[in-house]
């Protein structure tokens, strides 16, 4: 046989060979790279956005693994998204007030207001006849105790200190210096405070003239230079 028709009939029946190696039975068929399919983002769960972030996914997005809308409340897209809170504001409040008959101290020593009474009736005459037309009179039980110091003004306690606070914050100073609606008066007793020894104390009514259907809030007492102090009027 000629020596070249020879060599082509062995590349046609190697040709052949490979050919019907694609056959349905596999063999000889080329081997391909396995390739890893894409993460179904139905793959991961996570039943509460707490899972996510301890799994160090805090925020997913829609087609990542493990969102749901079931973690996306808002339905941006985003599940688990840390939305930054809007402060709610919060109503003022008054402040509480002492009530009535609590002691309290200040630098020149203790005083306590017990009681306030409005409108009341003045138990002598010469008051109701001194009255300001159209006013009525309120009065506070007030008492004083001294520790001995003075203000800078040279005085321990001072009637002229207290005043009678409305709701509007209006303030009213005491009526008059030598007659009350009630006694015992405390101005009587306390002309003399600005001489008092320490641990002295003194007790009476104030008296103040209020217009008809105020509503008192609180009676107020500030020294010279002193911290006020506040008690509420009912």
Known sequence: MNPRASGCAALLAALALNIGGCGSDGEGTAQRAPTTAPASPTSVFYASCGDAER??????????PGYREGLDLDGDGIACAVATAQA??????????????QKQ??????????AVR????????????IRTAGMQFAVADIKVCSNGTVDSDGYTFDYSDFT????????????????????????DTLSSLN???????????????VPPKTKLKAVEYTSSGGVPLVWAAS
């Open 164 to 187: 009678l606070v409305a709701s509007d914050d209006t303030a009213f100073s005491f009526w008059n210096v030598q007659v009350g609606a009630r006694s015992p008066n405390l101005t």
């Open 105 to 114: 101290t200040t630098a020149l020593g203790d005083a306590t207001v017990y």
């Open 88 to 101: 709610m504001p919060i109503p003022a409040t008054a402040p509480t007030l002492p009530e009535l008959g």
């Open 195 to 209: 001489l008092m020894r320490a641990g002295s104390c003194r007790r009476g009514w104030l008296t103040f003239e």
């Open 55 to 64: 799994a160090g996914t805090p925020t997913i997005r829609k087609g990542e």
């Open 118 to 129: 409005f409108p009341v009736t003045a138990q002598d005459e010469t008051a109701t006849a």
